[in-house]
T-cell receptor, first 115, second 109 residues
Framework: DTGVSQDPRHKITKRGQNVTFRCDPI?????LYWYRQTLGQGPEFLTY????????KSRLLSDRFSAERPKGSFSTLEIQRTEQGDSAMYLC?????????????FGQGTRLTVV | RKEVEQDPGPFNVPEGATVAFNCTYSNSASQSFFWYRQDCRKEPKLLMS???SGNEDGRFTAQLNRASQYISLLIRDSKLSDSATYLC??????????FGTGTRLLVSP
């Protein structure tokens, strides 16, 4: 499968625990996005990378959230001290962009439940 | 005001009907526009891009009105398989994608 891969697909954690999600983009895609989606809402932008550089981070992202993309390949999203309000689907997308916009392909997401 | 606004629906239509969805965006500097489709508990997938001159792909027609900051999607001859959530997406300066809340479509026999 050469699409965007996310791991794990599901995660249940206790409030206060740290969690880390991984995203493997389509190879050669230089842009990588993280979004969060809750029931009945569209995906909300969290952050995006151009290669290894994190170019924008949403104000929605509190200090408990951090994302990395070492070497411009896979990316991780970590949430520290999880809260019940963090329960959502976390979507990763990648695109091959050179100047203008190119189609973004989404992974199947990681569904986080904080209990 | 939200950056991208859509009527959440649901729109309930019979098979064969024509249905139209609208979307407005607030950032006049937005450069690219798209419709994505999202099935229940699945990831969003690109349905079509929206060009200034309007564009058509089979039963689907997309229109853009930059002056009014308005995007539309028309679906003709609705099929049961068209039931999904349709997300209006705006790209700001070739960078992040901003999604609307989505419009839910239910096509019934």
């Amino acid at each position: 499968d050469t699409g965007v891969s996310q791991d794990p697909r599901h995660k249940i954690t206790k409030r206060g625990q740290n969690v880390t999600f991984r995203c493997d983009p389509i190879s050669e895609h230089n842009r990588l996005y993280w979004y969060r989606q809750t029931l009945g809402q569209g995906p909300e932008f969290l952050t995006y990378f151009q290669n290894e550089a994190q170019l924008e981070k949403s104000r929605l992202l509190s200090d408990r959230f951090s994302a990395e993309r070492p070497k411009g390949s896979f990316s991780t999203l970590e949430i520290q001290r999880t809260e019940q309000g963090d329960s959502a689907m976390y979507l990763c997308a990648s695109s091959l962009a050179s100047g203008g916009f190119a189609e973004a392909f989404f992974g199947q997401g990681t569904r986080l439940t904080v209990v | 005001r939200k950056e991208v606004e859509q009527d959440p629906g649901p729109f309930n239509v019979p098979e064969g009907a024509t249905v139209a969805f609208n979307c407005t965006y607030s950032n006049s500097a937005s450069q690219s526009f798209f419709w994505y489709r999202q099935d229940c508990r699945k990831e969003p997938k690109l349905l079509m891009s929206v060009y200034s001159s309007g564009n058509e792909d089979g039963r689907f027609t997309a229109q853009l009105n930059r002056a009014s900051q308005y995007i539309s999607l028309l679906i003709r001859d609705s099929k049961l398989s068209d039931s999904a959530t349709y997300l209006c997406v705006v790209n700001q300066g070739g960078k992040k994608l901003v999604f609307g809340t989505g419009t839910r479509l239910l096509v019934s026999p």
